[in-house]
């Protein structure tokens, strides 16, 4: 089975500019959520879709992240303008719905991750 | 809110000695806890998780967790490490909505 796949792996940006971060979940996988990795944290999450509708973004910075997933399957991240404090890996993970259980439960699958640099 | 202590920076041990990596909650409600293993440039692996039943959890590469309800930890153990479990390692909790609470991670260190 193949994994959750993530393109670049790995990107430099100036502050200021555009950058996008495109994930491809683990196929039948209903639940996508995107995260930031700061160096020396835990992820934190920024959005989570369920097929194609968001079910949490309330840890997106709005003004200058976005996020979209429109046919349900992969996912774009955007970020613009860049900051220096983006300067983070960037997690796709993917989840199984299974109909009945407490979502909660499920497992998350992550991906390689994008290392996105500022300067 | 929820939330995951690890207290420890960085667990060093012995190859061939038992490893525990620490991690303590605190959620509203019942918890599901997960563990995670990051390797370098690597994305997260999962290890195990504790949803329900049997406090003593056994997950992938011979990892093990026990859940202690009174004292709120999760604690990750293996009986003899190796110099390939060397990388970085998460303690996550849910509550029912699954938005996963991540610890701050423990770089563990396995020396041959």
């Known amino acids: 089975e193949a994994g959750v796949a993530q393109s670049p792996r790995y990107k430099i940006i100036e502050k200021r500019q555009s950058v996008a971060f495109w994930c491809n979940p683990i196929?039948?996988?209903?639940?996508l959520y995107w995260y930031q990795q700061i160096l020396g944290q835990g992820p934190k999450l920024l959005i989570q879709?369920?097929?194609?509708?968001?079910?949490?973004d309330s840890q997106l910075p709005k003004d200058r992240f976005s996020a979209e997933r429109l046919k349900g399957v992969d996912s774009t991240l955007k970020i613009q303008p860049a900051k220096l404090e983006d300067s983070a890996v960037y997690l796709c993970a993917s989840s199984l719905v299974v109909s009945g259980q407490g979502v909660g439960q499920e497992t998350q699958y992550f991906g390689p991750g994008t290392r996105l640099l500022v300067l | 809110a929820q939330s995951v202590a690890q207290p420890e920076d960085q667990v060093n041990v012995a190859e061939g000695n038992p490893l525990t990596v620490k991690c303590t909650y605190s959620v509203s409600g019942n918890p599901y806890l997960f563990w995670y293993v990051q390797y370098p440039n690597r994305g997260l692996q999962f290890l195990l998780k504790y949803i329900t039943g049997d406090n003593l959890v056994k997950g992938s590469y011979g990892f093990e967790a026990e859940f202690n309800k009174s004292q709120t930890s999760f604690h990750l153990k293996k009986p003899s490490a190796l110099v390939s479990d060397s990388a970085l390692y998460f303690c996550?909790?849910?509550?029912?909505?699954?938005?996963?609470?991540f610890g701050k991670g423990n770089q563990v260190v396995v020396i041959p």
């Open positions: 879709f369920q097929n194609n509708g968001v079910v949490d």
């Open positions: 196929s039948g996988h209903a639940t």
């Open positions: 996550a909790v849910s509550p029912l909505t699954n938005r996963l609470a």
